[in-house]
């Protein structure tokens, strides 16, 4: 391992300088450990749009617990003080698998980042831009109006999302918990996306947790976290989600040109027919191949435009663990 760390060091060095912490496991047993000076493997860093992905996580384990009967049920369900505005036809009918796999139809052009993060409540604020004349089934991806997934998960379990992920996700993981993290303004947001340091999960308003964005965790939190799915969802002797939802939520459910989708992971079909990744804004990633029993986490300092973390895996990271083994 002493020399493949040496090869991997000098290549993150030379092409992907931002990288904070890098940790990869093949067979349940670590392989290759990257950190930058003065980083450690428990050391917190915003993981930015990895986040959905451990959300889809959380709608696994709401459905395993019964608090979510099926993907099948209506958005609408979960709200039912909601007031559809006046000629909205669509809003009734969306599933919250159109919402899960970036399939719902929203009234905006651009992400509307403004819109739902100056409001006092970013789940009503989503909801509102959720239906129009948009078409169902076709791929939108989006950061700031997918709040309502935060407020499913929220009015389904009856606790905070972080709350539930602490008690139901981290704590059998040993995943220390989470605190509430609230930004009072956009330099604010603006300083947290650059540079988060304090463990936590940021918070609308209301204290509604943010699916999109917002999670601050450890490069080792989310080895752990991709070693549950890499167990079909049984941490030791307890199971914390299906592997029917594993699976599911793995597949391809929709897709966007040669891009394919799941259920909150980006798929990798060119690699194989079960592999699958987080992506995360400035180089934040999570790579899953479960034939190869591989699992890789990578943690990075934000920088715009950050070299691809997807050619990293696959030309890199994957056959160099593969030779190895």
Not at 151 to 162: E, F, I, K, P, Y
């Amino acid at each position: 391992m002493h020399d493949t760390n040496k090869s991997i060091e000098q290549l993150i060095n030379d092409q992907y300088p931002n990288i904070k912490g890098l940790i990869a496991t093949q067979h349940g047993e670590v392989a290759i450990e990257y950190f930058a000076s003065g980083f450690s493997d428990k050391a917190p860093i915003h993981i930015s749009s990895i986040t959905k992905s451990i959300v889809s996580m959380l709608f696994g384990v709401a459905l395993e617990q019964g608090y979510i009967k099926s993907v099948e049920q209506r958005v609408l369900d979960f709200f039912p003080d909601y007031s559809l505005k006046r000629g909205e036809k669509t809003l009734p009918h969306l599933r919250l698998k159109d919402l899960l796999s970036m399939t719902a139809p929203y009234k905006f052009r651009s992400e509307p980042y403004t819109r739902v993060y100056s409001s006092n409540d970013w789940t009503l604020a989503s909801l509102d831009l959720l239906g129009g004349k948009g078409e169902v089934g076709r791929f939108k991806y989006t950061t700031p109006a997918l709040h309502v997934l935060s407020g499913v998960l929220s009015n389904a379990t009856g606790q905070r999302v972080a709350e539930y992920a602490n008690q139901h996700l981290f704590a059998p993981l040993r995943v220390a918990p989470v605190e509430n993290i609230t930004l009072s303004d956009r330099q604010q947001h603006l300083e947290f996306t650059r540079g988060a340091t304090q463990r936590g999960w940021v918070t609308d308003p209301r204290g509604v947790n943010t699916p999109g964005w917002g999670l601050v965790l450890s490069t080792l939190d989310l080895i752990k976290l991709a070693n549950l799915y890499l167990s079909n969802g049984v941490w030791g002797e307890q199971r914390l989600l299906s592997s029917s939802w594993i699976r599911q939520s793995t597949s391809e459910q929709s897709h966007c040109g040669e891009r394919r989708y799941g259920f909150l992971w980006w798929l990798m079909p060119h690699i194989s027919d079960r592999c699958y990744c987080a992506l995360g804004d400035g180089g934040n990633a999570l790579f899953v191949s479960p034939n190869d029993e591989v699992v890789v986490a990578i943690t990075s300092g934000f920088i715009p435009r950050p070299r691809d973390r997807v050619t990293l895996f696959t030309e890199h990271l994957l056959p160099k663990l593969l030779s190895d083994s």
